[in-house]
């Protein structure tokens, strides 16, 4: 396997479809081109000649370098369920308005048709007020797919930070601090 990608190419595996498991080589550079795009269908010429969904990438201790790769065998038209990246596109009305944008969850796991699969998903942040939310359900999906998540899941929120006065407890009082070491009057 070290020569393999030593000569530029990773091993991988595709599975699926109730068929034999095939080892392959993928090139390193074209699947570099493939992830760096987003793409989760791949299209295999060679030892296998089919459309593939990127099931699982095994990186190196440090996320730089590809080791291994898991494809599984799709039909255009079958669901298939994936994990997609959130991109956030605007800014929010309520941060103008003094609000902090909260970033819940950066992904989302759908059920869609391969052909049908996007990059990402985009979410509108432009109408975001201030104690608004947008959750899972509220995300527009591409046509075919559906939630594989619960769809009150929160995503990204808007709200203010309320800070204490220096000095309050949570009854509004000001504390005294403690000072270590003084002695009580009554002693």
Same mark, same amino acid.
């Given at each position: 396997?070290?020569?393999?990608?030593?000569?530029?190419?990773?091993?991988?595996?595709?599975?699926?479809?109730?068929?034999?498991?095939?080892?392959?080589?993928?090139?390193?550079?074209?699947?570099?081109?493939?992830?760096?795009?987003?793409?989760h269908i =791949?299209? +295999?010429?060679?030892?296998?000649?089919? &459309? %593939?969904?990127?099931? !699982?990438?095994?990186?190196? @201790?440090?996320?730089?370098?590809?080791?291994h790769l898991?494809?599984?065998?799709?039909?255009?038209?079958?669901?298939?369920?994936?994990?997609?990246?959130?991109?956030?596109?605007?800014?929010?009305?309520?941060?103008?308005?003094?609000?902090?944008?909260n970033f819940?969850?950066?992904?989302?796991?759908?059920?869609?048709?391969?052909?049908?699969?996007?990059?990402?998903?985009?979410?509108?942040? =432009?109408? +975001?007020?201030?104690?608004?939310?947008? &959750? %899972?359900?509220?995300? !527009?999906?591409?046509?075919? @797919?559906?939630?594989?998540?619960?769809?009150?899941?929160?995503?990204?929120?808007?709200?203010?930070?309320?800070?204490?006065?220096?000095?309050?407890?949570?009854?509004?009082?000001?504390?005294?601090?403690?000072?270590?070491?003084?002695?009580?009057?009554?002693?």
């Amino acid at each position: 396997m070290k020569r393999l990608r030593q000569t530029g190419q990773i091993p991988a595996v595709l599975y699926g479809h109730g068929e034999e498991g095939v080892m392959l080589s993928v090139s390193e550079r074209d699947l570099s081109k493939a992830i760096d795009q987003g793409s989760h269908i =791949v299209n +295999l010429k060679g030892g296998a000649n089919e &459309s %593939a969904l990127i099931k !699982e990438v095994q990186w190196d @201790a440090f996320g730089v370098k590809v080791l291994h790769l898991d494809l599984t065998r799709v039909d255009a038209n079958e669901a298939v369920e994936v994990t997609l990246p959130i991109e956030l596109k605007g800014e929010a009305a309520g941060t103008r308005q003094g609000g902090t944008l909260n970033f819940h969850q950066h992904e989302l796991t759908i059920l869609c048709p391969a052909n049908m699969l996007p990059e990402k998903l985009e979410i509108k942040i =432009v109408d +975001l007020e201030v104690e608004q939310s947008i &959750s %899972a359900g509220d995300v !527009e999906l591409p046509a075919g @797919a559906t939630l594989a998540e619960a769809a009150t899941t929160p995503i990204v929120s808007c709200s203010v930070l309320v800070e204490k006065e220096a000095g309050e407890d949570a009854e509004g009082g000001a504390d005294e601090p403690e000072i270590i070491g003084k002695k009580d009057e009554e002693e």
